[in-house]
């Protein structure tokens, strides 16, 4: 019935997840309130670790892409798992280091690094560098020279794959302002002037085609594009590149109409397609790094809401406000990104009463979603919106001066908090 396994319904009619009943979680915590269920997660990351032993043998590691929430316990959690972390800011740098990560396993991504972002993570012992584009390589060059150090570096490749999702979160096409493209020569050009410089190593190439893709072909192509780039490299130059990060972006369900494809098929099918590509260009098979986002946290994460006033206009439509909206979950008011809601006081019942569903803020797009189907709605019943664990804390904004809710992890029936609720004190604690 529900979009993920970690939800029930319990005797009382009430929505649970992990064990714990949400109306109960929203009395405990208050509302607006994110919710994580510990065990999905740890499942999704062991999946990803169990299909490079399966299909890769072992030769890889997923690294969680912590902009699709990035706090301390994440980053806790993906290294008990055994991932890596991908980073794109001295924020998620900060945040794996004060959470203990050992930071030779982080790739720094980002299009426009800044040089005290790149000192920082220099001293703070990032692992690789994604280059983006040649002004970073040389600042980067630079600084490492300035720090005494030799930075590990990967280029962020355009492959040239179009990827069926919404334009916003497309990045693998031409038209990107991420990284280098293959096709006009810019990519090649980048590989040998990394050559000329001395205080960084060349050791890896990266693609990314985009987010929220359902389909393994764009995937395995883009593979393949990266691995005759490697034979090209190797033909031309003479340079062996030994790591392959082939980016995240596999899709998770928000809606019963979503279908992803189980992350392991993602492993088989591609470790096929590098093996015969190593072969064809009698280059080694390479280590292969994953970036999962939205697939570790998404589906294990819901938002609860308390349902303040109830607007029925006649014949248009019935706006059900709550205690949140757009500061907590953007991508409706930004993609027009569909969510499954739920009445979790009446979960029990069936849903029958349309509804949009408004946020708090001075905003008229300040929705979460419209037209959707929920158990009927009184003031105060608990609202939950359902895979939001992904890109919804991550992406949260003080709009309105409105504090950021508390993130929840559930676990068995126990509940704890992760992530503690900002205070009127927080909103104003850098205003002079
Ligand atoms: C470079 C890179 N890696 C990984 C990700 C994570 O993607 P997702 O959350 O779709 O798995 C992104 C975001 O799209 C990205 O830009
Ligand atoms: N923020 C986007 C995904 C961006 C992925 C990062 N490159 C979303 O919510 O779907």
Redo the contacts with the bound molecule.
Sequence with gaps: MFVNDCLNINEKGHLTIGGCDTVELAKEYGTPLYVLDENTIRTTCRSYVESFKKFYNGNGMPLY?S?ALSCKELCRIANEEHLGLDVVSGGEIYTAQQAGFPMEKTHFHGNNKTAAEIEFALNAGVGTFVVDNLYELELLNEIAGKLVKKAKISFRIKPGVDAHT?N??R?GQIDSKFGFALETGEAFEAVKKALEYENVNLAELHC?IG??IFDIDPFVTAAEIMMDFIGKIKDELGVTISNLNLGGGFGIMYVNSDEPVPYENYMEKVSVAVKAKAAEHNVPVPYIFIEP??SIVGEAGITLYTVGGIKEIPNIRTYVSVDGGMTDNI?YA??Q?DYTVVNASHADKEATQTVTVAGKCCESGDLVQEHTQVAPVTVGDTLAVLSTG??NYS?ASNYNRIPRPAIVMVNNGKSRVIVKRESYEDIVRNDI
């Design positions: 892409a902009k919404h916003f979160i990045t990314h987010s929220q986002g939205r991508r930004l993609y990104s992904a890109y992406m």
